[in-house]
C-alpha cells in the first residue's frame, strides 16, 4: 500500500530516500555541521565522494576562479579543462579516451552503449549480452538497475533492458558458464562490491575471469564508480589485481561533490562512438572539469594515496582489535583502504544511529547486517581514534 499523507503533510521532495533526521548545512575536512550548530566526524564522506573530505582548499581555490570565467559552454564546442582532464584520466588508467558524463549510473549507462556498439560494429555479435554479478550494484537507470542484480532494485520496474545475465560473484562456477557462454559481448565488475556489502573480489577468480574474458574476446569493463580515484589506496582497484581493463567507470570523487561521471576506454573500443552516437548536455563542463582537474593535482601534491594506505592500515587494525573485544557483535571486517565494512551480528543500523545521536559520528550501511565506513582518505590517526572509541562504546553497551 502507498503511503497516502494528507496535502498538508506531503514533502514537496519525492520520497524516494529515507534519511536520517539531521539537515547537514556546512561542511569542512572530514566535519559537518547540522542546522542546529552539531558538529559530527563524517565517516560517510557524501558516500565515497568527498576523498579529500568537504570542501577542499585547492579545489575550492580553483572552482572560484572559475566561476567568474565561464560555468557552460556545451559540447559543441572544444572545452580546454575537458581535454586536460581527459589526458591526465588516460595517463593514469592505462586507457586511451574519455567521454564524461554527470554521474556514476550515467558513466555505467555509458560503458553498456559501447560495448553493444563495439559489438555490433567490431564483433558482428547482434544478440550479445552483458554479465554482472550477484550482490552487484550499477545504479539507477532501466539498464544500469538491470545491470544490477538485486531484486530489491529492480522490483516494481519491469520489464527490464534485455542483454544481461548474472552470475554468481568470487565463485568457480561463474568462470565455468563464462567460458561455455557463445554470447558474451561484456563482463561488468565491481574490485569491491559496494553497495553489495563491502566484498572484495577474490584476486585468484579475478585472475581467471581475466583469462576467460581474453580468451574469448569479451570486454572487461570495471565499475569503479565507488573504488576509483585512490577510494582503495590505489587510484583505480583494478591495478591492485594487475587488470588492464577495456573500459573503466568513475565518478563519485572524481570531482570532489561537484557532479562529473566518466567513461574511460581502450582506442579499440572508444572508436566506436563517433559524432553523433552518444551525447550529455552538461557531461564535462568546464566547471565540473575543472573541479575533477583540482581533484587530481590534490592527490598528487598532498600525496594522498600513500595516506589512504596508512590510514586504512591502521583503521583496520583497530577493527580487528575491536573485533578481538566484541566476538558476539563483530563477525567480520573487511575491504581495500579506506572502503571497510563491518559485519555485525544486529542490524547495522542501529549501531548507525547510536553513533550518530550519542557520539556525533556518520557512518553508512551496506546491506542489513554491515557497516560500511568510508572516512575522507586525508583523514588522520585522532579522527580514526576518535570514531574506534565512539563505535567501542557503543558495542559495549549493547
Ligand atoms: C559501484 C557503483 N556503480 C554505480 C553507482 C551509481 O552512481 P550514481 O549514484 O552516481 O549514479 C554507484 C553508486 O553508489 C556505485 O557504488
Redesign the pocket.
Known amino acids: 500500500m502507498l503511503n497516502m499523507e494528507s496535502a498538508e503533510k506531503l514533502s514537496p521532495v519525492m520520497s524516494a530516500y529515507g534519511r536520517f533526521p539531521i539537515t547537514v548545512v556546512k561542511g569542512k575536512g572530514s566535519y559537518v555541521w547540522d542546522s542546529e550548530g552539531k558538529k559530527y566526524l563524517d565517516f560517510t564522506a557524501g ?2 565522494v568527498l576523498a579529500l573530505g568537504h570542501v577542499p582548499d585547492a579545489v575550492e581555490e580553483a572552482l572560484q576562479k572559475q566561476l567568474g570565467t565561464l560555468w557552460h559552454c556545451s559540447n559543441l564546442y572544444h572545452i580546454a579543462s575537458q581535454e586536460k582532464l581527459a589526458a591526465m584520466l588516460t595517463e593514469l588508467s592505462g586507457c586511451d579516451q574519455v567521454f564524461f558524463c ?7 549507462e555509458g560503458a553498456i552503449k559501447l560495448a553493444r556498439r563495439y559489438a555490433h560494429l567490431i564483433q558482428k555479435k547482434e544478440q550479445g549480452h552483458i554479465v554482472t554479478f550477484d550482490h ?6 532501466m539498464a ?1 538497475l538491470t545491470a ?1 542484480a538485486q531484486e530489491k532494485i529492480q522490483k516494481g520496474f519491469g520489464p527490464l533492458v534485455s542483454g544481461f545475465k548474472y552470475l554468481p560473484y568470487n565463485s568457480d562456477e561463474a568462470i565455468q558458464t563464462l567460458s561455455k557462454d557463445k554470447d558474451c559481448i561484456a563482463v561488468m565488475l ?1 574490485m569491491v ?3 553489495g556489502g563491502v566484498i572484495p573480489a577474490d584476486e585468484a577468480w579475478v585472475k581467471k575471469l581475466d583469462q576467460v574474458c581474453r580468451e574469448k574476446e569479451i570486454l572487461l569493463i570495471v ?5 576509483g580515484i585512490g577510494r582503495t589506496g590505489t587510484m583505480f582497484a583494478y591495478e591492485q589485481y594487475g587488470l588492464k581493463p577495456d573500459v573503466v ?1 568513475v ?2 570523487a572524481l570531482g570532489s561533490g561537484i ?1 562529473i ?1 566518466a567513461v574511460l576506454a581502450k582506442k579499440k573500443v572508444s572508436q566506436v562512438f563517433t559524432p553523433g552516437t552518444h551525447g550529455s548536455t552538461f557531461g564535462g563542463n568546464p566547471f565540473s572539469t575543472t573541479a575533477g582537474i583540482a581533484t587530481l593535482e590534490a592527490f598528487k601534491k598532498q600525496n594522498v594515496l600513500a595516506q589512504c594506505k596508512a590510514n586504512g592500515t591502521y583503521l583496520k587494525r583497530q577493527l580487528h582489535a575491536l573485533k578481538e573485544k566484541h566476538p558476539l557483535q563483530i563477525k567480520d571486517v573487511r575491504g581495500k583502504g579506506l572502503i571497510i565494512g563491518v559485519e555485525t551480528a544486529d542490524p547495522a543500523i542501529d549501531t548507525v544511529t547510536r553513533l550518530r545521536e550519542e557520539h556525533q559520528v556518520l557512518v553508512l550501511t551496506a546491506g542489513e547486517k554491515v557497516l560500511r565506513i568510508l572516512p575522507p582518505l586525508n583523514t588522520d590517526k585522532n579522527e580514526i581514534d576518535r570514531f574506534i572509541q565512539a563505535l567501542d562504546t557503543v558495542l559495549s553497551n549493547q
Open positions: 558516500i565515497a554527470n554521474s556514476g549510473a550515467e558513466a555505467n552487484s550494484f550499477h545504479g539507477r537507470t544500469t544490477t565491481e562490491q559496494g553497495e565499475d569503479e564508480v565507488q573504488t567507470t565518478a563519485k557532479p561521471g
